[in-house]
């Protein structure tokens, strides 16, 4: 339940809008709501900022319809993140409201901001990407973040292998509150730019690369010996996970 809607929910109850029983009606399912294969965790925004975010791998069309009903009866967004093709196909299918997102293999509820303004945003975050192999992990991060009220810009094709492509960005970097820099192959473009900028970074290791890159591995471990100081790290391909690790930093620094 988003802090917005208890709070008037309360306030309805002092007013004598509606009654305590109707008010306890629907706290009920607080803190989550069993459904028997999956607890729905409705108390997560009151916790941390932000609703609960479906993981689709490993769950039929239905479970991920079901959670996603529940969610959205308490939140204006709900997003499905890494569903494949076929199984947001099966989704949208049984739910018109469902919107697939491909670049982003997320499946969405709900309207998002076509832009955020900069003006009440809760901070604004430089999405950059070593290659355009790295799109879909940027494109997970920026959905996220835009559904928190993030404004974002992304910056593409920019990796080590032609250095005067980062160089001609450096003033959008330094203008940014954190930067999440993504990267597959060498995993060496969060140093660079960890050396370039003041405000947080945080990198995102990819499975992009041949053989020896062992689906992200040598990247990560770059990225975990980043000569750069203070440069944080999340998991292979986890565009999500360096989203909300920026809107927690962003949430204590407003």
Sequence with gaps: ????????????????????????????????????????????????????????????????????????????????????????????????????????????????????????????VAVITAGTSDWSVAKEAELILSANNVSSELISDVGVAGLHRISVQIEKLKVADVCIVIAGMDGVLPSVVGGIVECPVIACPTSTGYGASFQGLAPLLTMLNSCAAGVTVVNIDNGFGAAVAAIRILRRTK
């Design 1 to 124: 339940m988003q802090k917005e809607r208890l709070k008037a929910l309360l306030q309805k109850v002092a007013e004598g809008e509606i009654s305590l029983s109707s008010a306890m009606d629907d706290l009920k399912h607080m803190p989550f709501e069993d459904l028997g294969f999956a607890k729905v965790d409705h108390h997560r925004h009151l916790r941390q900022g932000m609703a609960e975010v479906i993981f689709s791998p490993g769950k039929t069309a239905a479970q991920i319809l079901d959670i996603a009903s529940r969610l959205h009866k308490q939140n204006d967004i709900v997003i499905a993140t890494r569903a494949e093709p076929d199984l947001a196909e099966q989704v949208c299918h049984l739910d018109s409201d469902a919107k697939y997102l491909e670049d982003a293999r997320a499946i969405v509820w709900g309207e998002l901001a076509s832009e955020i303004d900069s003006r009440t945003a809760l901070g604004h």
